[in-house]
């Protein structure tokens, strides 16, 4: 039921409860009935109370929380894709353990009801002017921004790596694109002997620890099928550590003991010769010198960086992130512009579970800064990643700004569980479903309190 811009003319939809009708060339609203207006002319314009740039987890979870404040017909969303996925899930699909079709729903079936779903890119964003301009020609003025863009992939910039389509003949996968996660599955399927090599790119990710996630999963895979005493493991990352926060680094760094996994830090996948199956990697602290590893299956995570059409507006820092204040989410500079999620420069790990609890505190600051007051809720930085160690065990790290652990179970959560693996693989995706995207889900840290008998 999302309301998609792509004709030439101008229609008005109205919607009410229990009837649907459409009527042209009019707007009003009618008691509950709410009548709104879709269209993509070259020309055409159109003004929103709230903007929301991207339909991605925070941006579908923001668009259902500011129309419950505001109204379904004063919020509108950019997003191009027809189809809207949960990402997490995609370690699971790499492995062969869920489907990929499991991952993703239409877009039209996530977008909150009566929100105005403008189907396309953002090309430029003109905070000067509170405006955006689209891809299909539109130019969209708001009175609120919120950005949740996310951040872009750059498979290109692997010299050599050949086209998608070649990738299974070249048993390459990745897990960090719903175009090529299947491939992992079938390089791991076809492993046959040798070394399965996994990367870790030198720019910031997206979950920082799907990269290892995949390794762990092929070590139980190979072992599971008796062909783990014929391949060697090799974790190449550009990390001078294994993961960012020392208590789950401890109990990580044990379990690639135990398994028999080789780490080398500091190592960046520069260059794949397919033809070869050779993956080149650089030494990142003595540039220049460069390691040739053979590979009987290559596992890559290509490196990131923010979308251009953030980068290339005045909202941008240095590095090109959305420029974000870290407690707020209020734009340092545009006092009514916001940002969640990937894309911006908070400092922290970038994960939907750091959205959701963005999501709340953003909820609050948008709240204040409406009534011009000052906001006076504060994000900590919360993010969580489930670390994946087997088709049945997780660790689930919880944690800061500061890197500290912030668990809201009162277990010790550095420890592999498969209580953990059933949150993962099937609590997780129907809390992200049915209560993130619906604005219900904030993040546990009401949980984490009780949990804590209020000691936390
Ligand atoms: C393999 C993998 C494993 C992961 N595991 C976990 C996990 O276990 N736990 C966890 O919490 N997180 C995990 N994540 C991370 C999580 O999926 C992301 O952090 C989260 O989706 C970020 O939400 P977002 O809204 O910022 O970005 P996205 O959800 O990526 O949404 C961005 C949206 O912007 C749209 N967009 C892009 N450019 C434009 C444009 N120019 N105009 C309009 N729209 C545009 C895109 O189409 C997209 O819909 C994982 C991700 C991957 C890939």
Not at 83 to 102: C, E, N, R
Not at 104 to 123: E, F, I, L
Not at 301 to 322: C, H
Not at 436 to 450: D, S, V
Request: charged share 20%.
């Amino acid at each position: 039921r999302g309301y998609c811009s792509s004709s030439m003319a101008t229609v008005t939809v109205m919607h009410c409860q229990p009837a649907l009708w459409r009527q042209s060339y009019r707007t009003a609203r009618l008691g509950s009935c709410h009548l709104h207006t879709t269209s993509s002319h070259a020309s055409s314009k159109d003004h929103y109370k709230v903007l929301v740039l991207g339909g991605g987890s925070g941006g579908i979870t923001m668009s259902a929380r500011m129309k419950r404040k505001f109204g379904a017909e004063n919020v509108a969303v950019v997003e191009p894709s027809e189809m809207h996925y949960y990402q997490p899930i995609w370690t699971l699909v790499g492995a062969g353990a869920k489907s990929l079709a499991s991952s993703g729903r239409p877009t039209a079936s996530v977008m909150p009801p009566g929100v105005r779903w403008v189907k396309s890119k953002v090309q430029e964003i003109m905070p000067d002017t509170n405006t955006v301009k689209t891809d299909n020609g539109m130019k969209i003025s708001y009175e609120y921004l919120i950005v949740a863009l996310g951040l872009q992939l750059h498979y290109e910039k692997i010299k050599g790596l050949p086209d998608i389509e070649d990738w299974v003949k070249f048993k390459i996968g990745s897990n960090y694109s719903v175009q090529t996660v299947e491939k992992t599955w079938k390089a791991l399927e076809n492993f046959k002997e040798g070394n399965a090599v996994f990367s870790f790119p030198n720019t910031p990710v997206k979950c920082a620890g799907a990269p290892q996630k995949i390794m762990y999963l092929t070590d139980a895979y190979l072992r599971k099928t008796g062909k783990r005493s014929k391949a060697n493991i090799v974790y190449n990352t550009s990390l001078p550590v294994l993961f960012g926060v020392k208590k789950y680094a401890d109990a990580l760094w044990e379990i690639v003991k135990n398994r028999n996994i080789q780490v080398n830090l500091r190592q960046n996948l520069i260059e794949v010769r397919p033809d070869k199956q050779q993956a080149v990697f650089e030494n990142l602290d003595k540039p220049g010198e460069t390691k040739v590893f053979e590979y009987e299956m290559l596992h890559v995570t290509p490196p990131m960086g923010p979308v251009s059409a953030v980068k290339e507006s005045s909202l941008a820092d240095g590095a090109g992130w959305l420029d974000v204040n870290k407690d707020t989410l209020q734009h340092k500079r545009y006092p009514n512009v916001f940002g969640i999620g990937d894309c911006t420069n908070l400092p922290t790990s970038k994960t939907a579970a750091a959205v959701a609890a963005q999501s709340s505190i953003l909820d609050r600051t948008i709240s204040k800064i409406m009534k011009n007051e000052k906001p006076d809720r504060k994000y900590d930085g919360y993010t969580s990643c489930p670390l994946v160690t087997s088709y049945n065990t997780v660790i689930l790290a919880e944690f800061d700004y500061d890197g500290q652990p912030l668990e809201t179970f009162p277990i010790d959560q550095s420890k592999e569980r498969r209580t953990m693996f059933h949150m993962k693989a099937d609590v997780m995706p129907h809390l992200y479903w049915h209560g993130l995207l619906k604005g219900l889900w904030g993040g546990p840290g009401p949980y984490r309190k009780i949990m804590h008998l209020g000691m936390k």
